[in-house]
Nanobody, 122 residues
Framework: QVQLVESGGGLVQPGGSLRLSCAAS????????MGWYRQAPGKQRELVAA???????NYADSVKGRFTISRDNAKNTVYLQMTSLKPEDTAVYYC????????????????WGQGTQVTVSS
């Protein structure tokens, strides 16, 4: 019923920038929290940044000052503006949404996008 569509990944040089987008669509009643996680080869998935419907944000220490998360509640879309990218940022980035589905029992559910590859390399 709910789909998270990610875009904006790709190859970028160190020091460059990328902007990731994730649009949630389907029978959505409310989105409480959206965020980005990443997983590098051989490593566990980790939180990068998250934002609540009220605008509260949190970031991993490794990206503070470089990444900015924002959202457009009207479009059910979350963005991740990444600047000063480093090779260590190379990973598959996954969009996550905590939401309730319209016409359901209103239980909160975690949805995940398919992931988008971000590669930082010269």
């Amino acid at each position: 019923q709910v789909q998270l569509v990610e875009s904006g990944g790709g190859l970028v040089q160190p020091g460059g920038s990328l902007r990731l987008s994730c649009a949630a669509s389907g029978s959505i009643f409310s989105i409480y929290r959206m965020g980005w996680y990443r997983q590098a080869p051989g490593k566990q998935r980790e939180l990068v940044a998250a934002i609540t419907s009220g605008g509260n944000t949190n970031y991993a220490d490794s990206v503070k000052g470089r990444f900015t998360i924002s959202r457009d509640n009207a479009k059910n879309t979350v963005y991740l503006q990444m600047t000063s990218l480093k090779p260590e940022d190379t990973a598959v980035y996954y969009c996550n949404a905590v939401l309730s589905v319209r016409y359901s029992d209103y239980a909160t559910v975690n949805y995940w996008g398919q992931g988008t590859q971000v590669t930082v390399s010269s």
